[in-house]
């Protein structure tokens, strides 16, 4: 799992969002494509906002397309052709 922060101290909470010294975070995921078009891995992130989350995923993308969504919200892709 790829987190945007590194801190110890990490109360959690049963909804979506994590409570680190204070500051509200949410998170993602980041789903590798595949040739054929699906899914075939998932990586869980850990950010503080959208800008965050982005700049993560566009760093997944090597050789495969990644789709980053939090919950059922389409964040978007990011592609090979886009760097």
């Known amino acids: 799992m790829l987190?945007?922060?590194t801190y110890l101290a990490r109360v959690s909470f049963p909804t979506r969002y994590h409570c680190l010294i204070g500051t509200l975070l949410a998170e993602y995921r980041?789903?590798?494509?595949?040739?054929?078009g699906h899914f075939y891995d998932v990586f869980r992130l850990t950010c503080?906002?959208?800008?965050?989350?982005?700049e993560m995923a566009k760093k997944l993308v090597i050789d495969r397309d990644v789709e980053l969504w939090q919950l059922d919200r389409k964040i978007g892709t990011f592609s090979?052709?886009?760097k």
């Open 30 to 36: 980041a789903y590798l494509i595949g040739d054929d």
């Open 48 to 54: 503080a906002d959208d800008a965050e989350a982005i």
């Open 3 to 5: 987190t945007c922060f």
């Open 80 to 82: 090979l052709k886009q």
